[in-house]
């Protein structure tokens, strides 16, 4: 039987950190910014609250820090490599439902009850921005090796039109609308998009 390797302390810290955030976001998927507090997401996490004083100073910045993560991971598991999408016009397509993926579902969620907070809550809101700031900006650095034939500034409109518009129908969905009218929406805007990306070819 092989020997159990101890972690390290740097492992352990890395552990603790990811154990309090992914605690986190499913605190905030089932109770709300509101009924999430630092006592919850510690239980949950199996952590002490003055270990988890150690990773983050307050509730605010865990919380920007947790968005980050999840986008961080999902951005991990659904951006595809490039020999993995379809070359030419159809590529603006895939790379649109690899943005709905990403901004959808269970980052949404979360996202959505952390923006609601934050605008009467000066601290998290603060916290807040510059992690989208900094999200925005890596997502477009990706993007732009994947589509990088589209001028820079053509390509940033594609994507704050589409995370915004995929923004507007997770907030659909949350809300109960019609599935079928968010894929036709979403249809569309990939039509629009690729007409845009072929008209920049010429």
């Known amino acids: 039987m092989p020997e159990r390797r101890h972690r390290t302390q740097a492992e352990r810290r890395a552990h603790t950190r990811t154990a309090l955030l992914d605690a986190?976001?499913?605190?905030l998927v089932e109770l709300g910014y509101a009924r999430t507090s630092m006592q919850e997401i510690c239980a949950r996490a199996g952590v002490s609250k003055g270990a988890a004083q150690h990773h983050f100073a307050d509730k605010a910045e865990l919380m920007a820090t947790a968005v980050a993560h999840l986008t961080t991971r999902l951005a991990e598991r659904n951006v595809p490599d490039e020999a993995d999408l379809p070359a030419g016009p159809e590529r603006v397509a895939a790379v649109?439902?690899?943005?709905?993926?990403?901004?959808?579902?269970?980052?949404?969620?979360?996202?959505?009850e952390l923006w609601t907070a934050a605008r009467t809550d000066p601290a998290l809101a603060a916290a807040m921005r510059p992690v989208d700031k900094a999200l925005g900006r890596s997502t477009l650095d990706r993007l732009a090796e994947l589509v990088p034939d589209v001028p820079r500034d053509r390509l940033e409109t594609l994507f704050w039109l589409t995370v915004n518009l995929t923004r507007g129908l997770a907030l659909d969905a949350e809300l109960g609308g019609d599935p079928h009218r968010r894929e036709q929406l979403l249809r569309e805007w990939k039509r629009v998009a690729t007409a845009l990306y072929t008209a920049g070819e010429h």
């Open 96 to 112: 649109i439902d690899v943005l709905w993926e990403s901004y959808s579902g269970t980052l949404a969620t979360a996202a959505l």
């Open 24 to 27: 986190t976001i499913t605190c």
